[in-house]
């Protein structure tokens, strides 16, 4: 074995916003000086950066710090709050619930918790300390002390997208990267494994591999041969809104007729997205249209489309800041060391079929339903092949509260409970195990759970208070 | 809900003894609520059980503590010893071997693979072998044990072990256990097995005594046989036999001679293997082969010419079929052990297979209408371990540059799963391993076969690049130096057994 200089010497990243940045950023921080790293077009921000949903799962804060992206930072310059999830109001008659963050269940009496549950009708909400202290617009980090049921929150970030790209854009500037503009991008040539692109038709740029940032322009992957597999078309309106408070310490989804509205609550901002069913040729007052889907391929030749550029889904659930993270530490995990890159290409683009489809099922869960409204939107996202991979899930579910995993799933056991339990799914029966307690002692421990997690809320600040005090306390640690 | 109590199974049958049948009786009784069924084990003293020193992987210490089994009660019942790894003889090339020792190797650093600082480390020192840096191969080759630290920061918490232990004996053990919680076993052979005519379901089985049980569920625990999955339900086989060509085994115990060994040892042999099981009294020995390529009398004579201790009793042949059942839960039956399917003990996962197929039906458990939408959800799970174990498997025979006999130049030669092939490819070009979920074998166990066999990454991974060459050489033998420490003060295994749990017994 010997490391003579690496195959892959030049990687050229296409476009700015949030992937691009996020990439560039990644690819420079990983990679030794022997590899040159370019981006193209860095200062144009897509605008569909607004569907990636402005909020991070509690997965990404090891992907955040190491983009340098602490949580100092993003709070005293990105303009973050605190996300607990995402609260979903009249997603259906009577289906309310909030899609919190949590970490794994406790079992009670070496049982899974929803099994008790189950057997003395207890709704899971009333547990669940993320849950209750999104609804009460309070807000505390998880202490360490797993006696405390605070422990078990977890959270993201709300942001607005805008903020981080200015982040990440002044991080990059300091660092080697070579930056170019260019009004278009041409695939000139693709031979053994290294791409002449055409800046403008004059200046040539050799890469040995691209990385296609360009949202949903696609518009280097577009030009290789892979393509785009749409599902359905929809409308996105965004507005910002100036706020004197932080909002709540969570996302808001409400349905309606048309679609339906998110909004989020960074500091400073309320930010408003609305999905519906794709303009009508006359309409002006909608936003732009977007097809969701994926690309077939998403590393494809010597291109990977990352971000918006392999795949567009609504930002229902943080899934989007999700399957963004994926693609860039998949990509950093199979930079290629052969010109060929073979191996490589078939296992990213096997993972990212897989991640994308398992983020999708989460999804389809949430919009294939019983009784869904008969207008344009509804009837086009409750369409479409049922998976088979979810129906799994709601059988075993429905039969016996248990959730099937399907390999490296982005959504964990506890998101899955929480969604089904808030659609309304009721496990038929329980595990036998649970039936080793007596009742009245399960029902005790329950019972027990939510006093304690009754009497902690109210001691909770509230989150524009939390956010306010976090803050000042940060500013003075820098200025010591 | 409390009235769907009364649909839970309440007369469960388990048909056949061995590690299997009393494994499966032990946990059921102890996780049960009480009075919630009763469980009956058939066992008959004329049909034999297959156990010639059990070896095992880390997992076997859940299932004990599962059922709140005192570790040195039960090696002292056992006559256990500890296992730290495997030592593979011959494999990969002859005159090689390597260590694949449980637990991880070095420490990850940076989200950086420890691996990969250590293939980068080896370019400037050829000599070095990614066994130094892991504390259960260092232990094992000084004969050495300690228990681990539960303290993260102890270079003791990467200590990871299993046992060795006489199987018959944990069986027998278990019996014990579980007859304390209410199993009533049975004596006698099975004559008949009867069906309900219309479903299918098995609903009793009668003996050779006259005697006739009936049952709501039943455990297949019969061995390859398959008494009730099979010859009665009809399950088909999926057969493994062209990625995994040995059939027969050969197996017996010899005297002690020397120090108990640690570790299991595995030396590759001209169309097949043999394993060298150490337990407290003596060691088990086994010779796997395909018997097309070998005679049984040529498989014996070469078991008992590597035997390093006088013989005891002589060799027990066993027939044996790779793979497994296409269900292995079929109406209201459940295959457990070699009923459900086999695949050679080369990685110990026999046990570890049985413990699966307990777990996961505690995890699933059925009311007594026993709904396909329980055991198909089983057999998925089921299934899929199996394919996880067999490609790990498939590995040790595939990686391998032996070209002195007919069956290494099959092995070598021959087409593997598609999803064996991807992984190997992978380490290939840059050392990258990529896990499955919730994949039994993890990165440093393919890392320390893929490595022992001579699979060598073709480059480092670019992301080691920006790492300074001093950094990691200052890094990795400050790590070697303080796992070198640690083992130095470990008691010899034997000592830690004389005092912790030692049996007494003799040959």
Known sequence: ?480 | MSETNSQSPKRIIIVGGGSAGWMTAAALSSVLPENAARICLVESEQIGTIGVGEATIPDIINFNAMLGIPEAEFLKATNGTFKLGIQFVNWGRQGESYMHPFGQHGVDMNGIDFHQYWLKYRQDHPDSSIEDFSLSAIAAQGGKFAMPDPNPRSVLSQLRYAYHFDATAYARYLRGFAEQRGVRRIEGKVTHIGQHPETGFITHIDLESGESVDGDLFFDCTGFRGMLISQTLGVSFQDWSHWLPCDTAQAIACERTGEILPYTISTAKQAGWQWRIPTQHRTGNGHIYSSKLLSDDEAIDSLLQDLDGPALGSPRKIRFQTGHRTKLWEKNCVAIGLSGGFLEPLESTSLFLIQEGISKFISLYPTAAMPAVVSDEYNRQLVKKFEQVRDFIILHYKATERDDSEFWNYTRTMDIPDSLSARMELFQEAGRIFRYEDELFAKPNWIAVLLGQNIAPKSVDPIIGAVGAADITRSLQSMRSAMQGAVAKMQTHRAFLEHYAWSGETV
């Open chain 1, 1 to 480: 074995m010997n490391s003579p200089s690496p195959a892959v010497k030049t990687i050229v990243v296409c476009g700015g916003g949030l992937a691009g940045h996020m990439a560039t950023l990644s690819l420079v921080n990983a990679l030794g000086s022997d590899h040159h790293i370019a981006q193209v077009n860095a200062s144009a921000t897509p605008p569909a950066d607004d569907i990636y949903g402005g909020a991070t799962s509690p997965e990404s804060y090891n992907f955040l710090r190491g983009l340098g992206l602490d949580e100092p930072l993003l709070m005293l310059a990105g303009r973050a709050s605190f996300s607990l999830g995402t609260h979903f109001r009249r997603w259906r008659p009577g289906q309310t619930w909030h899609q919190c963050h949590h970490a794994p269940f406790p079992t009670i009496d070496g049982t899974p918790l929803i099994h008790h549950l189950t057997r003395s009708r207890t709704p899971l909400s009333e547990v669940l300390i993320s849950a209750q202290a999104a609804l009460a617009g309070r807000f505390a980090h998880p202490p360490a002390d797993p006696a405390n049921p605070l422990a078990l929150a977890e959270y993201g970030y709300q942001f607005d997208p805008l903020d981080w790209v200015r982040l990440l854009d002044a991080r990059i500037e300091t660092t080697r990267v070579e930056r170019l503009k260019a009004e278009t991008i041409t695939v000139q040539s693709q031979v053994a494994g290294r791409t002449v692109l055409a800046l403008d038709d004059d200046i040539a740029l050799e890469a040995d591999l691209i990385i296609d940032a360009t949202g949903p322009a696609r518009t280097v992957i577009s030009q290789t041969g892979s393509h785009f597999i749409a599902d359905r078309t929809v409308n996105a309106r965004i507005s910002r809104q100036a706020a004197t408070q932080i909002g709540q310490p969570s996302r808001v989804i409400e349905a309606s007729e048309e679609g339906w509205t998110l909004k989020v609550f960074p500091q400073e901002t309320e930010l408003s997205l609305a999905i519906t069913s794709p303009a009508e040729p006359n309409e002006t007052l909608k936003g732009f249209d977007v097809e969701l889907g994926r690309v077939s391929e998403a590393w494809q030749g010597n291109c990977i489309a990352i971000g918006h550029a392999a795949w567009t889904i609504e930002p229902l659930t943080p899934a989007p800041m999700m399957l963004l993270q994926r693609d860039i530490e998949r990509l950093l995990e199979l930079i290629p060391t052969t010109a060929e890159a073979n191996t490589e290409r078939r296992e990213y683009n096997r993972r990212f079929r897989d991640d994308v489809d398992h983020a999708g099922l989460f999804h389809e869960a949430l919009l294939r339903q019983e009784g869904a409204m008969n207008s344009a939107y509804w009837k086009s996202a409750a369409g479409g092949e049922p998976s088979e991979k979810l129906a799994r899930k709601l059988r075993q579910y429905g039969h016996r509260g248990i959730v099937p995993r399907y390999d490296l799933e982005p959504f964990n056991n506890e998101d899955w409970i929480i969604l089904l339990e808030g659609l309304g799914k009721t496990p038929q029966d329980y595990d036998r195990q649970a039936d080793r307690l007596p009742e009245a002692e399960t029902q005790n421990q329950l019972r027990q759970m939510k006093a304690t997690i009754d009497n902690l809320i109210p001691r909770m600040p509230p989150h524009h208070i939390y956010v306010a005090k976090l803050k000042q306390y940060l500013e003075k640690k820098r200025h010591v």
